[in-house]
């Protein structure tokens, strides 16, 4: 084979990779429209209630509930803890999907917490190595807008697979990462509200207020048009965290109250903006605030009551 061929055969290997291998990791109603019912396409919609999905959802989409079909656990008493492998396959496999699959996660509700979840679920598939796996920009409503878009009613038990999966751990950032990047060796986002951040409220399961020092605060509502489940447009947030002063050097751990607000911020970084050894710190304020020899700072210091109101559980907007 001649020099020539041989670079042809390269470069034909190499686009191919890209266009089959790896997808866009956020795509819109207009390129979902023509690729609902095909077998190699799972869309996966995300609904707090099977009744809601009943009412209405995208043709062959399959039902699933961030909170009660195990896509997290409680662990060591932390919330929202990441499931053993074999308890993730056994759980992808019941919902009818394949390793092969392109996976086009659907977030149903409105606000950042469902787009949250949708980033948990897709940060659930890099973690087990899943190469085809997007999210739909705008979410269920933005299906519904088009007047041209069929929906279902009723439900259809999807049929089992078997999924085996090819984890990547390299994603998860553990507390030594985070003292890391504490002592000044890349950057570290606190995804949750400002008054969070800054020591105004606080929330369960963060057994302390405030942050995490030298953490830079980048909300989760920063990331998303007007509390919609529309993204901001890449030179936005490029903007976003070019004015934060974080750049793709050193590498990003982010983290918040119990790992799924992080998410969101795992998700931009990673997979639109690309930034290089981003991780995410899923345990969170949950495991690194009961843990007293860890440091963390109280910005403003405002005086705690001792017999104040219980904190609201806000980390997450579970069904009741």
């Known amino acids: 084979m001649s ?9 034909l290997v190499f686009i191919l990779n890209c266009n089959i291998i790896y997808a866009n990791p956020l795509v819109d109603k207009d390129w979902l429209k023509n690729k609902i019912c095909k077998d190699n396409i799972k869309i996966l919609e995300v609904h ?30 932390i919330p929202l803890s990441m499931p053993s492998i074999n308890s993730l396959e056994n759980l992808i496999g019941s919902l009818g999907i394949s390793y092969n699959d392109h996976v086009v996660i659907v ?27 997007s999210i739909l920009d705008g979410g269920f409503k933005s299906w519904k807008e088009d007047w041209d878009n069929d929906t279902e009613a009723g439900f259809i038990l999807p049929e089992k697979k078997t999924y085996k999966s090819i984890p990547n751990k390299n994603i998860l950032a553990n507390k030594d990462d985070v003292l890391k990047v504490v002592n000044k060796s890349g950057y570290l986002i606190d995804a949750r509200t400002s008054a969070m951040y800054m020591g105004i409220n606080t929330s369960l399961p963060a057994a302390r207020s405030g942050t995490i020092p030298n953490a830079i605060n ?85 005086s705690k009551k001792e017999n104040g109101e219980k904190e609201i559980d806000s980390f997450s907007m579970k069904p009741e």
């Open 3 to 11: 020099i020539f061929n041989k670079f042809f055969l390269m470069a």
């Open 48 to 77: 707090r209630s099977k009744k809601h999905y009943e009412i209405a959802h995208i043709p062959c989409s399959v039902y699933t509930n961030f909170y009660s079909d195990g896509w997290r656990q409680v662990k060591d008493s």
């Open 107 to 133: 977030a149903s509700g409105l606000g950042k917490y469902d787009a949250a979840e949708t980033a948990a679920i897709y940060f659930t598939f890099k973690y087990l190595g899943h190469k085809k796996i």
């Open 218 to 302: 980048i909300p989760n509502d920063w990331l998303l048009i007007n509390d919609s489940l529309y993204f901001q447009n890449k030179d936005d947030l490029e903007r976003i965290f070019e004015y934060n002063s974080i750049t793709k050097q050193g590498g990003q751990i982010s983290f918040c109250n119990a790992g799924l607000e992080s998410a969101l911020s795992w998700f931009v970084m990673s997979e639109i903006l690309k930034f290089p050894n981003n991780k995410l710190y899923e345990p969170s304020l949950a495991e690194w605030s009961k843990d007293i020899s860890l440091p963390m700072t109280d910005k403003i210091n405002f």
